[in-house]
């Protein structure tokens, strides 16, 4: 689960846009409270991340998952230093019927950006209404989430969300950033035959979004499945999506 910003000039109220400025994506990070919201909103069931990222998938380095500590009084001072005046009112485009307690923790990511001096205002509609509004650029922050099944391994979010957006990659860039040394690394990964190398390149380009806070990493959801007794078996996967042929049923149910 991760937070996306516009990169674009202006904002949806045709406003100038601050968080194309990585001290202020910086500060959007520092003023969320993530263990607040893995304790309160999410019962202790989330992992919070630093990653972009899973452990179990290849490309993960741990050096990476790391997450900068909550200070809002350092956010305050940094969106001070980078003029971003006090009240700006920004979309924050949330799905009613997306993530795990999606609309809940985007309450509390407003309120904690409220605290700022922001005004964030909180955009919450199902998918079928929002997708539209962020493909075509007409919101400001977003959420996203992102199932990357390990024989993708990192590649996948590399070359569908965070590569500049041209032809067929970057099909997920929905705040228009891009990064001429990241795609270069995309770009290489993805026609490297040596594992070791091409999981290297990954991470270097994962270093990069890291440092430049392009997106900030929230948690990795919990998948929660409930079955009747009758059946003995039902295999769960990274992407949280059933297969039923893989359903055993109990011989006596």
Same mark, same amino acid.
């Given at each position: ?70 200070? !809002?009084?350092?956010?305050?001072? /940094? ?6 005046? $006090? +009240?700006? @009112?920004?979309? *924050? %485009? ?57 024989? !993708?391994?990192?590649?996948?979010? /590399? ?6 957006? $041209? +032809?067929? @990659?970057?099909? *997920? %860039? ?80």
């Amino acid at each position: 689960v991760m937070i996306g910003f516009p990169f674009r000039e202006t904002l949806v109220s045709g406003e100038p846009n601050p968080f194309a400025d990585r001290a202020v994506r910086e500060a959007m990070y520092r003023a969320i409270d993530l263990d607040l919201i893995h304790e309160r909103i999410m019962r202790g069931k989330s992992r919070v991340a630093g990653a972009v990222v899973a452990p179990p998938i290849p490309g993960y380095s741990e050096d990476l998952d790391t997450i900068p500590e909550y200070d !809002l009084e350092a956010a305050k001072a /940094l969106l001070e230093e980078a003029g971003v005046p $006090e +009240g700006l @009112s920004f979309e *924050f %485009n949330c799905l009613s019927d997306g993530l795990v307690n999606e609309e809940q923790f985007c309450q509390a990511i407003a309120s904690m950006w409220s605290r700022l001096g922001l005004s964030p205002q909180l955009d919450v509609a199902p998918r079928a209404v929002q997708s539209p509004k962020r493909t075509g650029g007409n919101t400001d922050i977003y959420t996203l989430g992102w199932a990357t099944l390990p024989m !993708l391994d990192s590649y996948s979010p /590399l070359i569908q969300i965070f590569h500049s957006k $041209e +032809g067929n @990659s970057g099909v *997920f %860039n929905w705040g228009g950033w891009s990064y001429p040394e990241l795609d270069a690394l995309v770009q290489a990964a993805g026609q490297e035959l040596d594992l070791e190398t091409r999981l290297q390149l990954q991470n270097d380009a994962m270093r990069i979004i890291k440092e430049e806070h392009i997106m900030i990493p929230l948690h990795q959801q919990p998948m929660a499945w409930a079955v009747s007794t009758a059946v003995s078996e039902m295999p769960l996967f990274p992407d949280n999506k059933p297969r039923l042929w893989f359903a055993q049923m109990d011989s006596d149910g």
